[in-house]
């Protein structure tokens, strides 16, 4: 690791410290292009900073001054280990710092799961390295939360390291055929032709993993399969890393099925976000119940994801977190009438 010193110096009121980089080339990119990673440092930390040859001074009071350092050190460990500073991995890492989690970002960031063309795909929130452990850890994972978590991919990824391990022989990815507002009897074309579209995203995330000249063979041999949920009755599969994605949209029968389905030497992996069910009113979530049909099973864990470990565009967590406000408005309007509030009023 490249080496830094620093030095305090402490006055009532503001504590000054100093970090020095002794490689130039390290210092750049620690500023980032055109000094960006020091703007967007400077806009999320109360102390001050300021930069002078390869010289960091901090100025504020003790408790900023020690966080702002963990931070730089946590930065310079990152591009250390190769990783590319950009403001999003700057504000990932203080909100990992400002949280209490026990990981840090230079292990949370650095979590290589698998690489092509130049590509790496890894972790980038605490809750996304959770996920992925417990992948690794237990034979059935749920990863239940929000859009933009990385539950799919995520997944995804593991499966093809897995394969390419040789850990496991195949990879069957699922989905329930379940319409969001369309009816499939209405499209055009063959059954298969009417079904590829929902198993189209679970394509497009191989394709990011896999050199897709590679897939029509893999899916050929048997290697890879993607097929409606449907076709996994009175299946039993062994050897294999099998995901079912949009989970929210089974019955409680059909999650019954599917986890039946697990053989020797499998792994299975459930994703699903409940507040998006798309089943026919009053038709119950698969995934909504299983928690408390499993819950306590050994093998068998449950990761939540939230709207913190969205990795899309920033504003996508702050529409998930201004729905689930509404949905909780919503509900707190539909009370019974015994129990809403009382209102003041003159009687008639």
Do not use: C
Request: overall charge neutral; charged content about 25%; proline content about 5%.
């Amino acid at each position: 690791m490249t080496e830094t010193f620093s030095s305090t110096q402490q006055t009532p009121e503001r504590v000054q410290t100093k970090l020095t980089v002794n490689d130039p080339h390290v210092m750049v990119k620690l500023l980032g292009a055109g000094d960006g990673i020091l703007r967007a440092l400077e806009k999320s930390l109360v102390s001050d900073v300021l930069v002078r040859g390869n010289e960091i001074t901090i100025s504020g009071p003790a408790a900023e001054n020690a966080l702002a350092e963990r931070i730089f050190t946590e930065l310079l460990e990152l591009i250390e280990k190769g990783e590319t500073l950009t403001e999003d991995v700057v504000r990932r890492s203080i909100g990992m710092l400002t949280s209490g989690e026990s990981e840090r970002p230079a292990e949370v960031l650095t979590l290589n799961i698998l690489s092509r063309r130049g590509r790496t795909i890894r972790p980038k929130t605490v809750g996304q390295k959770r996920y992925v452990d417990a992948i690794d850890k237990h034979t059935i994972v749920f990863g239940i939360g929000p859009a933009g978590t990385g539950k799919t991919y995520l997944a995804m990824a593991k499966a093809v390291q897995s394969l390419q391990a040789k850990e496991i022989t195949r990879i069957i990815l699922t989905r329930p055929a379940v319409e969001a507002g369309e009816r499939l009897g209405f499209l055009p074309g063959t059954l298969n032709e009417k079904i590829d579209p929902y198993l189209r995203p679970l394509y497009d995330a191989l394709h990011d993993m896999i050199d897709p000249e590679s897939i029509p063979r893999l899916m050929t041999q048997g290697t890879i399969e993607v097929a409606p949920l449907a076709y996994m009755r009175g299946r039993s599969l062994n050897d294999a890393f099998i995901i079912l994605d949009e989970a929210q949209n089974t019955t409680p029968e059909q999650m019954k099925m599917f986890l039946t389905r697990l053989g020797f030497g499998s792994k299975v992996v459930v994703t699903g976000d409940v507040t998006q069910v798309d089943l026919p009113g009053g038709t119950s979530s698969g995934l909504r119940v299983v928690r408390d049909i499993l819950e306590g099973l050994d093998d068998v864990h449950f990761s939540l994801l939230t709207s913190a470990d969205v990795v899309r565009h920033r504003l996508v967590g702050e529409i998930v977190d201004a729905y689930a406000k509404w949905d909780a408005e919503q509900q707190a309007t539909q009370l019974p009438h015994n129990l809403q509030p009382r209102r003041a009023g003159r009687r008639r």
